[in-house]
């Protein structure tokens, strides 16, 4: 093995970090090696960084590529939930590699969702046959609402990071409107697309439900809710298993919330690419996104229905497409660098 020829990539977020090396080969990418740490147990990356030096015997890198969970600005990012602070530059010193990058983990995940075989991706909307080149929208639903792009070029995509989970809930629906209200008395105010579209918006949305008098919560269910340390998760559990009826509404209410948003994120860079579907909580919740609320919520947009019928949307059930596209990233460092100059 060359050691031209190996690359790092890293997942960074605030609970865990993975980080891996990579060997180029013939066929594409493959992984020599992959440490997992605990990030909090770290008081820089730097020490993280260490204990992988020490882990592994790091060898001479061609490219490095981490993405991190948090807003990259000149090359640089404080992680939302960690008191780390990344420095491209800097690790360009730490790890004695020319090509260090750093993406936000929305930019990764949406460029490995280009790198995922069929067997990991679900179709929620076939679209267009053949299916065309363009731009393409991810979203990925989890402990908050990540959104991204991939701008096409004519030649090949590039990843955009936004913060778009961060704008504003915009309903539809006269009850999606009492949604809004509901939570705008419970926050005090603003009510963002991440509180409604994340897994702590499942149990936002069964509240809303309960709390207006919509459906009728079982004193059984209530009594697990309240010993239960994730009761989103339980929502999701019981909805499948019991298909308890509060559940099962709060499931297909988030399904076409979500729909919608993805439906906007394709309207606003006009994804004839596809939109891709990440985060957590869609692989667990298949059931309930193929069932059809999901799909009426991303079509519903009045003129341009017929157009957003036409568009790939694709659930992705690898929970390791951040990393991958890290990877793929680094190799494009590297790509970049050989190519002849204009």
């Not at 992984?31 to 990030?39: I, N, T, W, Y």
């Not at 979203?139 to 936004?162: K, N, Q």
């Not at 606003?268 to 799909?295: C, D, H, S, W």
Request: aromatic fraction near 8%; glycine fraction near 12%; charge should be negative.
């Amino acid at each position: 093995m060359s050691t031209a020829d190996l690359l790092l990539a890293g997942d960074i977020g605030g609970t865990k970090t993975i980080l891996a090396l990579f060997e180029v080969r013939a066929g594409g990418l493959a992984r020599v090696g992959e440490e997992r740490f605990a990030s909090q147990g770290y008081a820089r990356f730097d020490d993280l960084l260490g204990e992988f030096r020490e882990r592994v015997a790091l060898p001479e890198l061609a490219a490095a590529c981490l993405d991190v969970a948090g807003p990259v600005i000149d090359g640089r990012c404080r992680p939302t939930n960690l008191p780390w602070l990344l420095d491209e530059r800097e690790l360009i010193e730490t790890l004695g590699c020319r090509r260090v990058k750093l993406l936000n983990d929305l930019e990764a995940t949406a460029f490995g969702m280009l790198h995922l075989p069929a067997g990991e991706l679900v179709s929620l909307n076939e679209g267009l046959r053949p299916p065309r080149h363009g731009n393409v929208a991810v979203i990925a639903a989890g402990t908050g609402l990540g959104e991204a792009y991939l701008y096409w070029d004519g030649m090949r995509h590039h990843p955009i990071a936004t913060e778009g989970g961060h704008a504003d809930f915009a309903p539809r629906t006269d009850e999606e409107v009492e949604l809004l209200r509901y939570l705008r008395a419970k926050l005090g105010g603003r009510v963002s697309c991440e509180r409604v579209l994340s897994g702590p918006g499942i149990a936002e949305i069964y509240a809303f439900l309960r709390d207006t008098g919509r459906y009728q919560e079982p004193s059984w269910l209530a009594e697990r809710l309240a010993a239960a340390e994730d009761p989103s998760a339980l929502v999701s559990e019981v909805a499948h298993d019991e298909r308890e009826p509060l559940c099962v509404a709060t499931l297909e209410l988030f399904a076409g919330l979500y729909g919608a948003e993805a439906g906007n994120m394709a309207l606003r860079a006009l994804t004839y690419g596809g939109v891709y579907v990440g985060g957590g909580i869609a692989p667990k919740n298949l059931e309930f996104l193929a069932g059809g609320a999901f799909l009426r919520g991303f079509t519903d947009k009045g003129r341009f229905e017929d157009l957003m019928r036409s568009i790939d949307v694709r659930v992705s059930t690898n929970p390791r497409v951040a990393l991958i596209g890290s990877a793929h990233y680094a190799l494009r460092l590297c790509e970049a660098a050989a190519a002849p100059a204009a």
